[in-house]
């Protein structure tokens, strides 16, 4: 089993960054990507980027050029700056697992979750 935890969340006005961490514990993967997704209240939880072991990365259109996600691997920990930050950004952010490389975008390819982390950014 792998475990995921997300912590960084936060209240930010327009414009402000913050800087989103999720520590992975449990079973490791010989070769992994890792994901962030988002759920705005009464939408459907979107993809915003994700990273994988050989380091691949892809981004969301929404976020290209403002967010940057990279990894740690001695830490088991990937990161997600996020600059310029825009009310519409305000969602649960939520870190995902799967295993192989492939960078993928859609919620059903992740088979581990984190519990998520709320990020409100005001006008």
């Known amino acids: 089993q792998v475990r995921l935890v997300e912590s960084g969340g936060g209240l930010v006005q327009a414009g402000g960054s913050l800087r989103l961490s999720c520590a992975a514990s449990?079973?490791?993967?010989?070769?992994?990507?890792m994901g962030w997704f988002r759920q705005a209240p009464g939408k459907e939880r979107e993809f915003v980027a994700c990273?994988?072991?050989?380091?691949?990365?892809r981004y969301a259109d929404s976020v290209k050029g403002r967010f940057t996600v990279s990894g740690d691997n001695a830490k088991n920990t990937v990161y997600l700056q996020m600059n310029s930050l825009k009310p519409e950004d305000t969602a649960v952010y939520y870190c995902?697992?799967?295993?192989?490389?492939?960078?993928?975008?859609?919620?059903?390819?992740?088979?581990?979750w984190g519990q998520g982390t709320q990020v409100t950014v005001s006008s």
């Open positions: 995902a697992a799967r295993d192989g490389a492939k960078a993928a975008t859609q919620r059903s390819e992740y088979a581990y």
């Open positions: 449990g079973r490791t993967f010989s070769t992994y990507t």
């Open positions: 990273i994988s072991w050989s380091g691949g990365w």
